[in-house]
Every structure is written in C-alpha cells, then in structure tokens.
C-alpha cells in the first residue's frame, strides 16, 4: 500500500542554522505533498504545501522542493529560530480511486532549535 | 471564520465500551477526514467523507465507524474499545473535492482503561 518515509526522526539545530527534512512516497500517481507543523498540545497546522506540477516552492524562510522521478520531497528552514520547535510531518495525497483528500503522513521529525 | 471543532475534548472509558466523537468543520467544507495520532504509528488515516459519502476508508477493523450530516458535521464511533484504541483523534476539513489544505481540529483525546 501506500506509504511515506521520513528522516530524520529528530534533529537539533543551532539558531541561525538551516533545517533540512527528506521524505519518500512509494505511489507515483500521489500529487499534492504537504508539510504541517505541530506544537506540543497543538493541533497540525499546514506550513508550505506542493503539487506534483513544481519542482519547488517558497515561503519566506521555509521552501519545499519536489523529485518525482526519485518520489522524493524535502523541507528546507533556513535562519532557524527557537519557535521553529516543533514536530513536522509530511504527506501525500495518493488520487487512487478519484478525488480524495486522504493524506498518508510520515512519521515526523522533531526539530528542537537551540538558542 | 470559526475554525475546526471537535467535542469532547477529552474522554475517558472502558474496556467493551463504546464511544461517538463529532467534528465540525469549517463553514462551507464538505470534506471530512479523521486521524488516529499514537506516538507510536503517528498519524493514521481513519476515512474520509464528503457530501455526505465515505470516499476512502484507511486500515481499520469494523468496529470504527463514522457518517457525515448534511450540514457537513462528521461523527466517529468506535465500539467495542480496546486499550489499543486510546489516542488523539483529529478531524480535518477541506474546502474542495480532492487535494487541498485540510484545517484540522484540536482533536479529541480518547483513554481506555
């Protein structure tokens, strides 16, 4: 079935330094890939999102960059900062059977920024 | 706009019980997904409803079940529950038919003892 990797599980940063957060999907056809951020006792909250027809997106300090040959997507923070903290996960959208918004989450990575 | 709502907040049951949470979601979604959240297995998908219909349902046995009203107020029941089952359930809302931003609730925090 579908299914999506992501690593590292943690990572801790310096402040100022970048962040950097790979994740693979194994259904070629999935065509939206999402990345939520999710504070301790917070519901996820979407951050930066891609549609398989980008090769990269950018928002301020966070960009999302796709590889659909390698099914491959990654989350760049640059100039970290301590609210950065967090646990971020990313998602696809698998379009199996029609139009869905069923997401298939990775594991997390929780990003700890040291001041 | 108000956000995703979901009640209760949090609850507490037994072993055998049954349970109904209910969401509701953004004004003019009509998308509903629920989530299981474990620290274990992370985020798991639960179903999916939209105007009223199941459209896609994740790896879970019968005893989870869920519906969606016409005012696109989604519930979930879990019967039967199992200590397994205790967990943060999260609902989200989606304004369009098929890969979109979800909005997601606080979620519902289930413990079986």
């Known amino acids: 079935g579908e299914n999506v990797e992501q690593h590292p599980s943690t990572l801790s940063v310096q402040e100022g330094d970048s962040a950097v957060i790979k994740c693979t999907y194994s259904?070629?056809?999935?065509?939206?890939f999402p990345w939520y951020k999710q504070e301790l006792g917070k519901r996820p909250q979407l951050i930066i999102d891609i549609r398989s027809n980008v090769g990269e997106k950018k928002d301020q300090r966070i960009a999302v960059t796709l590889n659909k040959t390698a099914k491959h997507f990654s989350l760049h923070i640059t100039e970290t900062q301590p609210e950065d903290s967090a646990v971020y996960f990313c998602?696809?959208?698998?379009?199996?059977?029609?139009?869905?918004?069923?997401?298939?989450f990775g594991t997390g990575t929780l990003l700890a920024v040291q001041p | 706009k108000a956000g995703v709502t979901q009640t209760p907040r949090y609850l507490i049951k037994t072993r055998g019980q049954q349970v109904t949470l209910s969401c509701s979601p953004i004004?003019?979604?009509?998308?509903v997904s629920w989530y299981q959240q474990t620290p274990g297995q992370g985020l798991q998908f639960l179903f999916e409803?939209?105007?009223?219909?199941?459209?896609n349902k994740g790896n879970f046995p019968g005893r989870f079940s869920g519906r969606q009203f016409s005012n696109s107020r989604s519930e979930m029941n879990v019967s039967t529950l199992e200590l397994g089952d205790s967990a943060l359930y999260l609902c989200a809302s989606s304004l369009g038919d098929s890969g979109n931003e979800q909005f997601f609730g606080p979620g519902t925090r289930l413990t079986v003892l």
């Open positions: 409803y939209f105007s009223e219909t199941q459209r």
């Open positions: 998602a696809a959208s698998p379009p199996y059977g029609g139009a869905t918004n069923k997401l298939i």
């Open positions: 004004s003019g979604h009509r998308s």
């Open positions: 259904d070629s056809a999935s065509n939206y």
